[in-house]
């Protein structure tokens, strides 16, 4: 359950879907590991979902990335907006 912002250095807890950002990444599973959701006709793992949320302040000047292997990393947004141009 999301109950703070995302970013490490921030303390606003959150209370509104409305104010701030809420951002969805797909859980990593492991090869090994049997969950909810596992078909065995499919290749891939469905491990389930994570919500993370910004607050108003911080998804002004900042966004979520997940890395694989080393998980969600908050980045200025400016750096994405250049990577994307």
Same mark, same amino acid.
């Given at each position: 359950?999301?109950?703070? @912002?995302?970013?490490?250095? @921030?303390?606003?807890?959150?209370?509104?879907?409305?104010?701030?950002?809420?951002?969805?990444?797909?859980?990593?599973?492991?090869?090994?590991?049997?969950?909810?959701?596992?078909?065995?006709?499919?290749?891939?793992?469905?491990?389930?979902?994570?919500?993370?949320?910004?607050?108003?302040? @911080?998804?002004?000047?900042?966004?979520?990335?997940?890395?694989?292997?080393?998980?969600?990393?908050?980045?200025?947004?400016?750096?994405?907006?250049?990577?994307?141009?």
């Amino acid at each position: 359950m999301i109950s703070k @912002c995302a970013n490490p250095t @921030c303390a606003a807890r959150f209370l509104y879907l409305h104010e701030g950002k809420l951002f969805r990444f797909e859980r990593e599973a492991q090869d090994t590991e049997l969950m909810m959701g596992f078909d065995p006709t499919f290749r891939k793992h469905c491990a389930g979902v994570q919500f993370y949320w910004l607050c108003e302040n @911080c998804a002004a000047s900042l966004t979520l990335v997940h890395c694989k292997g080393v998980g969600v990393t908050t980045p200025p947004r400016h750096l994405m907006l250049k990577a994307a141009s």
